[in-house]
């Protein structure tokens, strides 16, 4: 029997024994441990029965027996027999008894009569530390509290001169052009700040400039300002409810968190919530966070983006999409962990600039605004966008928040090189106006992938063809969504899992600032996305950054065509709308996607764009 | 202080149902100290994901539970005191209930941690003793069982009905007084220690039998196989001692390994007039539950609850049994309320 030294430690007799012959391998890395640190350590063989392990035991006079089986119905009777036999011969007296294997937790370690069990996850240090009597609880991960910026270091300098001219050129005339007009959701921004800084401290202007506020609004929104009526499908959060969201914050410090994926602590993978519920939104972002996510991304309900105006207080809604208020957005930030980037979305709707003023008002770190997107695959009229988003790049700047320009109009069969010319021009004009977007290509089976056949062989080519172009055009944080994987996930859990896994390794491993991820029924969710789905796509991507460790993914010589391909996609795209000298004009007119593409100018909020007086 | 044991001959056969209907029989009048060896009172189960009974305590009852348990109870306790046990979800602590409320129990797994909590039990209080899976060791400092069995043990009533025959034959052994813990060899008694569980260990008893001196009282420490027994009657030359006495520890320590069954080929191979087999302490044997439910698998990993018919199961192996049978759910309390009034006797 070999044994090591280590200062400090009282060495302690250990037994170690195996109850079936596959299950030793545990057993054996903690031998290698105990022993390294000057502990008397001795491994039984695979096939004794228990009683023979009781009698060596016995002969031994350990301080620890630790056993190691997988779990089942059946089995755990045994353990229990088992338990039962060291008992009755007195090994109790002086040993504490351990059990360790696939299933193993400390509930069930408990009812079989183990003074403690270490599952899977277990790291070999714990099961040390417990031999050295340490409190120190090494089973549970660790979580980085504080909050990533996800813009540092970049410089946002064109590294492709000509396409930088271009896409300066496009964002400095549509922002000439925007700076000239308003609408309603300009109007409504403006008086948000202003309501939110006299609700208290003058309710009579308050009540004035919400009479303002409400005349600007349409729908059932307005419905609600003007009679209180609820808008379809929703109901007030109860202050039972809200509790529920703040004790959240108070036990944060007690979730568990698995040590598994603790590979996730240096990566940026956001979530994505909105179960319309914001208890339930608080509870699917704990759980996210527990397992792993550093971000969550807020969704609200299609119907707002086409509504003119946004409720006040907190609401819950029987539907998808969690509706966007102060009230439900502080109510969530309650319950937010610190440490937690947390994203509220602007970006293709009627209330994009207030919805960016709630976002800073509630806390929130980033925000989402495409002006393309959302005109051409989100049903906003692009003139009415294009002021609206503008405005919303502005408000962001001024309050610090950056956001990433989605390209998910490449769902509805939009070429990456037009969607990238539109994300580009957008993000241009965020700098311009002194803010900080992040680039969000879609990684995904696109329609054109699959139509041109870039992603007919592998995933591999055309999203790293897609990181390669970028990086190689500006230098931006690049954070691939969102989420990843779209068109690639089936009903399959295991299979979505997957696949999400995979396409968010590959991000990451091209060089992505952070990645989006779905549930792994997200894609084809026929009702609420649920807890375990979560917890599947969060698992199988650390389990893939796990595997491809430092190894990295290799494209094929093909991801280099593709993006000389979509370089001239994009440079191609530029020169026209840049000739057209008229960015909203090139919205209608599909220079940045059109009908054959299945690009459409949304129609919500056409004709409402006025000059400014 | 009094102890009740609730132990059971597998997972699932009702020691929770039992426990329960035990603590509405003391609630009114008996002060309780309600503790377990496992874990018991959740929701659901952690192996099957089944629901399970709930623990409800009374108010004024004592519970001894891990501490978080007893925090996240919704009976609300007093007096909390830390006993000094620690098992595998903290330290346990006893209190007072000053509300009734759901409790999930978690205490200690040990025999000498068990000993350790029931010190804090008040002198005249009835100690309630919660078992786990077919865990029965540490119930030796019980002065009362309930032994709880079923259809998760075995949906064979006949075989039910065999082992609860064997154990109350086992439970029901005479108690003789025990040599102390002083060397007692010589004058017709010899001592062996180290129990009756491997293979050898028959045949070096007999050995030492069958060997000079001629032991007329050999007292026998530890866990005994009734295999390995056997082979040690095999082996021994009964004609060559008169009145051979064999004693053993406890009950407990004859049904902890082994097949439980082999013990009636013991018995019945005991020739009354030359070999008893004794033992030191016992445990009185209250009587038997019969639970008719069993957790069956539909799938991996995946468990549907299932019931033989109650009423026929407990007719057979009441039957086929000398001691009190019940089926609380089906028959109802009463038996198991007569068993713990003569308890209280």
């Given at each position: 029997m070999e044994q090591g030294r280590s200062k400090g430690i009282t060495p302690r007799k250990v037994v170690l024994a195996p109850l079936d012959p596959v299950h030793d391998v545990g057993l054996k890395l903690i031998r290698r441990k105990l022993l390294e640190r000057g502990h008397e350590v001795t491994l039984l063989p695979p096939d004794l029965s228990m009683e023979e392990i009781v009698a060596r035991a016995k002969a031994m006079d350990p301080d620890f027996i630790m056993i190691s089986r997988a779990l089942s119905y059946g089995i755990s009777e045994l353990l229990a027999k088992f338990v039962d036999l060291c008992d009755a011969a007195g090994l109790r007296e002086k040993a504490k008894l351990v059990a360790g294997g696939l299933s193993m937790k400390p509930v069930i370690a408990q009812e079989l009569g183990f003074d403690a069990g270490f599952g899977p996850d277990t790291p070999v240090e714990a099961a040390v530390a417990y031999v050295e009597g340490q409190e120190l609880d090494l089973s549970t991960g660790s979580r980085r509290r504080e909050k990533a910026d996800l813009t540092a270091g970049f410089t946002y300098k064109f590294l492709d001169s000509e396409i930088g001219y271009l896409c300066t050129t496009i964002a400095q005339q549509l922002i000439d052009w925007a700076n000239k007009h308003t609408s309603s959701g300009v109007e409504r921004a403006r008086l948000r700040i202003e309501m939110?800084?006299?609700?208290?401290?003058?309710?009579?202007?308050?009540?004035?400039?919400?009479?303002?506020?409400?005349?600007?609004?349409?729908?059932?929104?307005?419905?609600?300002?003007?009679?209180?009526?609820?808008?379809?499908?929703?109901?007030?959060?109860?202050?039972?409810?809200?509790?529920?969201?703040?004790?959240?914050?108070?036990?944060?410090?007690?979730?568990?968190?698995?040590?598994?994926?603790?590979?996730?602590?240096?990566?940026?993978?956001?979530?994505?919530?909105?179960?319309?519920?914001?208890?339930?939104?608080?509870?699917?972002?704990?759980?996210?966070?527990?397992?792993?996510?550093?971000?969550?991304?807020?969704?609200?309900?299609?119907?707002?983006?086409?509504?003119?105006?946004?409720?006040?207080?907190?609401?819950?809604?029987?539907?998808?999409?969690?509706?966007?208020?102060?009230?439900?957005?502080?109510?969530?930030?309650?319950?937010?962990?610190?440490?937690?980037?947390?994203?509220?979305?602007?970006?293709?709707?009627?209330?994009?600039?207030?919805?960016v003023v709630l976002a800073h008002l509630s806390g929130a770190d980033l925000t989402k605004i495409n002006i393309v997107y959302g005109s051409l695959g989100a049903g906003t009229d692009p003139e009415r966008l294009t002021v609206d988003g503008v405005e919303a790049m502005r408000l962001a700047a001024q309050h610090?928040?950056?956001?990433?320009?989605?390209?998910?109009?490449?769902?509805?069969?939009?070429?990456?090189?037009?969607?990238?010319?539109?994300?580009?021009?957008?993000?241009?004009?965020?700098?311009?106006?002194?803010?900080?977007?992040?680039?969000?290509?879609?990684?995904?089976?696109?329609?054109?992938?699959?139509?041109?056949?870039?992603?007919?062989?592998?995933?591999?080519?055309?999203?790293?063809?897609?990181?390669?172009?970028?990086?190689?055009?500006?230098?931006?944080?690049?954070?691939?969504?969102?989420?990843?994987?779209?068109?690639?996930?089936?009903?399959?859990?295991?299979?979505?899992?997957?696949?999400?896994?995979?396409?968010?390794?590959l991000a990451l491993d091209s060089g992505a600032t952070a990645v989006t991820i779905a549930s792994s029924d997200e894609a084809y969710a026929g009702g609420p996305i649920t807890a375990p789905a979560r917890v599947d796509t969060l698992k199988a991507t650390a389990a893939a950054l796990r595997f491809f460790g430092e190894g990295g993914i290799s494209p094929t010589p093909e991801a280099e065509r593709i993006e000389t391909e979509l370089r001239e996609g994009i440079l191609e795209v530029l020169k026209k709308v840049a000739a057209r000298g008229d960015f909203v004009a090139s919205l209608y007119e599909g220079h940045l996607g059109d009908k054959e593409d299945g690009a459409y100018p949304g129609r919500s909020g056409k004709g409402t764009v006025t000059l400014k007086h | 202080m009094r102890v009740i044991g609730i132990a059971g001959t597998a997972k699932n056969t009702g020691k929770t149902t039992t426990l329960v209907a035990s603590i509405k029989f003391f609630a009114e009048n008996q002060k309780m100290f309600i503790t377990g060896i496992g874990y018991d009172g959740e929701d659901f189960d952690n192996l099957t994901g089944l629901p399970k009974p709930r623990v409800f305590v009374p108010e004024g009852a004592i519970v001894a539970s891990a501490l978080p348990l007893l925090e996240s109870s919704d009976a609300k306790f007093t007096d909390l005191s830390d006993t000094g046990v620690r098992c595998a979800l903290g330290r346990i602590f006893s209190g007072t209930a000053t509300a009734p409320g759901q409790v999930v129990l978690a205490g200690p797994a040990s025999t000498r941690d068990l000993s350790s909590v029931l010190a804090f039990a008040p002198d005249d209080s009835v100690v309630l003793l919660d078992g786990a899976f077919s865990r029965i060791s540490p119930m030796v400092v019980a002065d009362s069982l309930i032994l709880a069995t079923g259809a998760a043990r075995s949906r064979d009533s006949h075989r039910i009905a065999r082992e609860i025959n064997a154990i109350d034959r086992i439970m029901g052994l005479p108690v003789v007084d025990g040599p102390g813990t002083g060397d007692v060899s010589g004058?017709?008694?010899?001592?062996?220690?180290?129990?009756?569980?491997?293979?050898?260990?028959?045949?070096?008893?007999?050995?030492?039998?069958?060997?000079?001196?001629?032991?007329?009282?050999?007292?026998?420490?530890?866990?005994?196989?009734?295999?390995?027994?056997?082979?040690?009657?095999?082996?021994?030359?009964?004609?060559?001692?008169?009145?051979?006495?064999?004693?053993?520890?406890?009950?407990?320590?004859?049904?902890?390994?082994?097949?439980?069954?082999?013990?009636?080929?013991?018995?019945?191979?005991?020739?009354?007039?030359?070999?008893?087999?004794?033992?030191?302490?016992?445990?009185?044997?209250?009587?038997?539950?019969?639970?008719?439910?069993?957790?069956?698998?539909?799938?991996?990993?995946?468990?549907?609850?299932?019931?033989?018919?109650?009423?026929?199961?407990?007719?057979?192996?009441?039957?086929?049994?000398?001691?009190?049978?019940?089926?609380?759910?089906?028959?109802?309390?009463?038996?198991?309320?007569?068993?713990?009034e003569k308890f209280l006797d």
């Open positions: 939110e800084s006299e609700r208290d401290s003058n309710p009579g202007l308050y009540s004035t400039l919400r009479n303002d506020y409400a005349s600007l609004t349409s729908g059932e929104v307005k419905e609600w300002y003007l009679t209180g009526k609820h808008v379809s499908h929703t109901r007030p959060i109860t202050e039972k409810e809200a509790g529920y969201i703040r004790s959240l914050l108070k036990n944060a410090d007690s979730i568990v968190i698995p040590r598994s994926q603790d590979i996730l602590n240096d990566r940026n993978v956001f979530v994505q919530y909105g179960t319309g519920c914001p208890v339930m939104d608080a509870y699917h972002i704990n759980l996210s966070v527990a397992w792993g996510a550093r971000g969550v991304v807020h969704f609200d309900p299609s119907w707002g983006a086409r509504n003119e105006g946004l409720l006040e207080q907190a609401w819950s809604h029987e539907h998808d999409g969690t509706v966007l208020t102060l009230d439900n957005l502080r109510l969530i930030k309650g319950g937010l962990i610190p440490g937690i980037l947390w994203q509220v979305r602007a970006h293709r709707g009627l209330n994009t600039p207030e919805t610090n928040l950056p956001y990433d320009v989605v390209t998910n109009e490449e769902l509805c069969g939009v070429p990456a090189a037009k969607a990238f010319a539109g994300m580009l021009i957008v993000a241009t004009a965020g700098v311009l106006q002194g803010g900080r977007p992040l680039l969000q290509p879609l990684f995904a089976n696109s329609p054109e992938g699959m139509v041109t056949g870039y992603t007919e062989h592998n995933f591999i080519d055309f999203n790293v063809a897609k990181m390669r172009v970028l990086s190689s055009i500006i230098d931006a944080p690049i954070w691939p969504g969102a989420p990843v994987g779209f068109l690639t996930q089936t009903q399959d859990r295991c299979q979505s899992s997957v696949m999400t896994a995979l396409h968010a390794a | 004058n017709g008694v010899s001592k062996m220690s180290g129990g009756l569980f491997l293979p050898g260990q028959g045949h070096e008893l007999a050995w030492r039998l069958n060997g000079a001196g001629k032991a007329q009282t050999v007292y026998v420490t530890g866990i005994v196989n009734p295999q390995v027994f056997l082979e040690a009657l095999e082996e021994i030359n009964l004609n060559g001692h008169r009145d051979l006495t064999i004693v053993f520890d406890h009950p407990i320590m004859l049904l902890l390994s082994g097949d439980l069954l082999r013990w009636e080929e013991v018995f019945s191979a005991n020739p009354e007039e030359r070999l008893t087999v004794a033992v030191r302490a016992s445990t009185e044997l209250l009587g038997v539950t019969i639970n008719p439910y069993t957790p069956t698998e539909s799938g991996a990993g995946k468990y549907v609850a299932t019931y033989v018919p109650p009423e026929s199961f407990l007719g057979d192996i009441d039957g086929l049994t000398r001691i009190a049978c019940t089926d609380i759910m089906f028959e109802g309390p009463g038996k198991l309320h007569s068993w713990l």
